[in-house]
C-alpha cells in the first residue's frame, strides 16, 4: 500500500512547469494552490523565470533544497522521464503527474519506466493524465479545474479527467459538499483501494464515491476493506461502453456482471447514474436507521401513492399500524385528511401543519425513518416548509434519517437548494429521494454483516487422480461419471447414480440402489450429442425394462456411428423440481467465479444470472441467490419450492473446484422441498500450466 497522505497533507509542493503564461496548465495549477490558500510552502520550478506569481522560481528540481512532500509535473511527456529522475534525486515524497501521452495512447513501456522509478524510490505516485487533487481541509487545490469546491465530507475519486473538471462546478451548484477531489488517471502507481485506505482512517471523510472504469489488478482490489460508505459508478456495462472505457485508460473492463458480484461481496454501493451516485453519497451522512418503519408526510394524495410505491419497489416498509397513527396524527390534520401512512395533512396545511406531523415523527421511536413530500401550493412558500424541517431536524438531533421530496417552480428549487446545503437530501423527483433513504438501509445492513478472512481449499487428492486420468488420454472435458464422481467428492450433492458397462450389472446396480424410474445415457468420449444417436431414454420404470432398453441402446449406436468407443451407461435417478442453473469461469482480472441463476429457458431468454468471486461464505452464498430478478419463483412454483440450503451446500461446493478448472456448468441443478441434486455436470479442465488459484481475500 502506497502512503497517499504526502498528496493531502504536503508541508512543501513543487510545481514542475510553472508559467507565468495564463494560458498554460502550470500556471492553472500553481494559480489554484496560490488562491486557495495553501498555507504551506510553494516552490515553482521554471528554468527561464526568477519567480512565477510572486513566488521565488527554480531552475530545476536539484536546485531545491530535498524532502519535497509534493511534486506536481505539468511539462510534456517527453521530459516527465527526466523530471521523474530529479524527482528521484531530490527525494520527494509523492508526484502527480499531470502530463498525458503515456498508457492510455499506448506508450505503456514509458508509463512502466515511471512507475520503477517510483517504486525504486519510495515515491507514490498520482497518474499519469491527470487534472490534479483538491483536499479542502489542507485548503489545498492543485488542479486545473475551478477554483473552489463546496466543503463537505465527500472523497470523490475519479478515473476521468474532463469529468471531474465538469462536476466540480456541478458539486458547487448542487450544494454537494466535499472534503477531497483526486483524479487517478492511467493509475500506473496509486489506484482505487489506496485511496480508499487512506478515506478509511480520515476524519474529514465520511463517505467515498469513485467513477471507475476499469481495475488494473482485480486480486489487489479483491483485499478492498470497506469501513466507510462507498459508492461507485462504474460505466462500461454495455459491450461497446467497455470498449471505449478500455481505449480512453488503458484499463481491462472484464465482464460487468463480475463486477457486480465484486463490489457486493466487498459491500460497495454500485450506482447507475451520476445524479443517483450523489445523492446516495450526500444521503449516507444521514444517521442509521434502527429498524424499517418508514413514515412518509404529505401535502397531496397523487405524490403520496407514487412514493408508496416506489418504496414497495426499492424494498422500504412503510409503517403499517392503523390505530397508532390515527391517535397521533389526527390532530395534526383537518377532518378530510388521511393518517393512514402517507400521513396526508392535506393541501391547505401550512408551515404549521407540517410541524406538528413532523415533530411527532421525528420523536416517536415507532417511526425509524422520515420522508418528507410537499407539492407547491399558492398558499404556503415551500422555503418556509424546508425552513421548518431543518429546525426541527436540527433540534431532534438528527437521530433517525429524514430525506425531502418537493414538486414545483423556481420557489421550490430554492428550497431544495437549502436543505441540501443543511445535510438533509432534497429531490424533485419522488424516486431518487426514495432511492437516497434506501441506500441508507443498504448500508445499515452491510456494517451488520460479519466480517470473516476466507481462503481457498485445496482439492482432495482423488479428485486430483480424476483430472490427472482424464489428462494423461489427452483430453480436458470429463466424461458424465467422471464429472458425477469429481462432484461428490467435492460435497454437490447428486441423485443416486451409478456407471455400468453390462445389462446384468445396471439391474443388479439400480435395484440395489432403489433408482427407479431412472434415465439412462451412453458413456463415449466419441460422442458428444448422445440424444442424436439415441444415447438417452428416460423413466424407465423397472429391470425387465432396463434391460431391453440396455441392449436396444447399444445396437442402435452401434448401427449409427460404429467406430465409437462404447465404455457403458450412466443410470441416474429421475428427480423433480425447479431448474437452477449453477457454473463456474475464470475472470481475467479477477479469478474464479461461481455463477447462479434459473436454468432451462430461463437462463438463455433472461439471462437472469448473478456471480460471486471466490472464495464466498454460506451467507454470501445466501445473497447470491437473493439477487437474481426470478428469486420469488423458488420460494414456490407450480407447488414446488427450492430447498435453499442444499443450494447453498452446493455452491459452497462448487467454488473449491472454481479455481483448478476452466469452467463447470451443472444444468440443471434441480431443487424441490427435500433438496437440490446436480443431475447433469459438464467440466472442462484447465490446460496445464495454467494458474490455478485466487488469492484468499
Known sequence: MKNVDVFFQPKRIAVVGASADSKKIGHQILKNIIDGGYEGEIIPINPSAPEVLGHKAYKSLSDVAPGVDMVVITIPSHLVLGAMQECARCKAKGVAIITSGFGEVGKIKEE????????????????????????????????????????????????????????????????????????????????????????????NVDVILIYMEGIKDGIKFLKTKIEKPTVVLKVGRSSRGAKAAASHTGSLSGSDKIYDAVFNQLGIMRASTFTEAFSWARALSLPSPTGDDVVIITNGGGIGVATTDECENQGLKILDDPEWLETKFRPTMPDFGSTKNPIDVTGGAGVEGYRKAIEIALAEEKVKSVIVLYCETAVTDPMGIAECITELYDASGRQKPVVVSMVGGERTRDALTYLNANNIPGSSLVDGTVSALKIVHTWRDIKARQKSELVIEQLPAKINDVFDAVRKEGRDILMEHEARLVMELCGVPTPPWAFVQSADEAVKVADQKQMYPLAMKIASPDIVHKTDVGGVVLNIRDGQELREKFNSMMEKIKQKQPTAKLLGVNLIKMVSGIECIIGTTTDPQFGAAVMFGLGGVFVEALKDVAFRVVPFDEKEAERLIGEIKAKKILEGFRGMSADKPSIIKTLIAIQKLAPYVKEIDINPLLTNQNGSYAVDARIVLKSEGSSTSNHGH
Open 112 to 203: 512502466l519506466e515511471l512507475k520503477k522509478i517510483a517504486d525504486d524510490n519510495n515515491i507514490s505516485l498520482l497518474g499519469p493524465n491527470i487534472f490534479g487533487l483538491a483536499y479542502a481541509p489542507a485548503k489545498l487545490n492543485a488542479s486545473f479545474g475551478p477554483k473552489d469546491i463546496y466543503p463537505g465530507k465527500i472523497a470523490f475519486i475519479t478515473q476521468s479527467g474532463a469529468l471531474g473538471i465538469g462536476l466540480m462546478g456541478w458539486t458547487v451548484m448542487k450544494k454537494i459538499g466535499l472534503a477531497a477531489l483526486v483524479n487517478l488517471g492511467n493509475k500506473s502507481d496509486v489506484d482505487e483501494l489506496d485511496m480508499i485506505h487512506y478515506f478509511n482512517k480520515d476524519k
